[in-house]
């Protein structure tokens, strides 16, 4: 745990494209001056110039490639749940050919990678037996595989046998939504196979995190920093190197409405842990509360809005149902604020 936490207060706009402006982490969006956060005390804002190198360093290293995918644009992962219990598309894919065709509809439509989950973490939801798991995930993976996807399948599991048996399948990454709390060896197993693995923050188990919410946290945003920094940690210890860790300071798991907007308020601060960073909000309930929309399928577009958000925050990758709104808002974005030349370059 650190005393000070430094947030690079996020540039987009043209005028601060070429000049002193400094790039964050390789990536489109500049900055000058950083907000100071400490515990107990007011922020303030200190201009980069003033801060020693090592302050600074975290955020001016660009990011390391995830999969094959370099983060110096945004990334859409694509969302593929074969379960009949999510809370957005439970039951849509759940079949193993529906589930191959979903996948390579989205890939179509722009998404740079897939990630297939079968145990729902919806708030509430009950843990699934390891087997039940497998055989839910493992034969679309391999499906796909089959079908000719050659683009990054990731495993969307806590469990580190259903992992195994995932990048066995054909899997080339792992996202952990539990952040190695609900099984820690899942590290070593990403270890073993030199598979890149998304952490993310979560607390407690799906059946009891949003119970806990509203007392479980002093500062929000510092606590889930400083929960981060100790996951990516162990992962290290485990044998993941740093390059190889994405992060994901876990919306709407275990967090009230207001602690969300907390955390997206002040994402560009979890650019200090020197990680890629995943956001996954799409057609979530804060979404819903906050546009009046009651039917999850039909919150492609505030999820959209938030995406653009983070975006302009600097978050390389966004987990995604609505592949498609997501990459025509994005693409507009890119030609508006970075330009028409940049934009068509990548």
């Not at 009949?84 to 722009?110: H, K, N, T």
């Not at 907390?262 to 842990?273: C, I, P, Q, W």
């Not at 909000?281 to 959209?304: C, F, Q």
């Amino acid at each position: 745990m650190t005393d000070t936490y430094l947030r690079p207060i996020p540039l987009t706009d043209p005028a601060y494209r070429g000049g002193k402006a400094l790039q964050l982490a390789g990536g489109w969006v500049r900055f000058t001056h950083l907000e100071r956060l400490r515990r107990g005390a007011a922020p303030d804002i200190v201009a980069a110039h003033d801060l020693p190198a090592a302050a600074l360093a975290p955020f001016l290293a660009p990011r390391p490639a995830v999969a094959g995918l370099t983060l110096d644009r945004p990334r859409l992962m694509g969302i593929l749940n074969v379960t009949p219990d999510s809370f957005s598309d439970g039951g849509v894919d759940d079949s193993v050919a529906a589930a191959i065709a979903r996948g390579q509809m989205m890939l179509g439509e722009g998404a740079d990678l897939i990630d297939i989950g079968g145990e729902s973490t919806r708030p509430g939801a009950r843990p699934l037996p390891v087997a039940e798991e497998i055989a839910r995930v493992a034969p679309v993976i391999a499906g796909l595989r089959a079908a000719g996807v050659g683009a990054p399948i990731s495993l969307d599991t806590r469990k580190a046998a259903v992992a195994e048996a995932g990048l066995r399948a054909g899997a080339g990454l792992l996202n952990d939504v539990s952040g190695l709390r609900h099984d820690p060896a899942l590290a070593r197993i990403a270890a073993h196979a030199g598979a890149p693995l998304i952490v993310m923050h979560s607390i407690g188990t799906p059946e009891t995190m949003q119970a806990m919410a509203p007392g479980a946290y002093g500062d929000v945003v510092l606590d889930v920093y400083d929960a981060l920094a100790a996951i990516v940690a162990e992962a290290e210890a485990a044998g993941v190197a740093r390059a190889r860790i994405m992060i994901d300071p876990g919306i709407g798991f275990g967090k009230t409405l207001d602690q969300n907007l907390a955390l997206l308020d002040r994402l560009s601060l979890f650019h200090g842990l020197g990680c890629g960073i995943l956001l996954g909000v799409s057609r979530k309930g804060m979404i819903g509360t906050l546009s009046g929309e009651t039917v999850a399928a039909r919150r492609g577009p505030g999820s959209a809005a938030i995406g653009l958000w983070a975006v302009l925050q600097g978050i390389q990758m966004l987990r995604v149902h609505d592949t498609a709104t997501h990459k025509q808002a994005i693409a507009l974005w890119q030609a508006l604020a970075l330009g028409r030349q940049e934009e068509q370059s990548t």
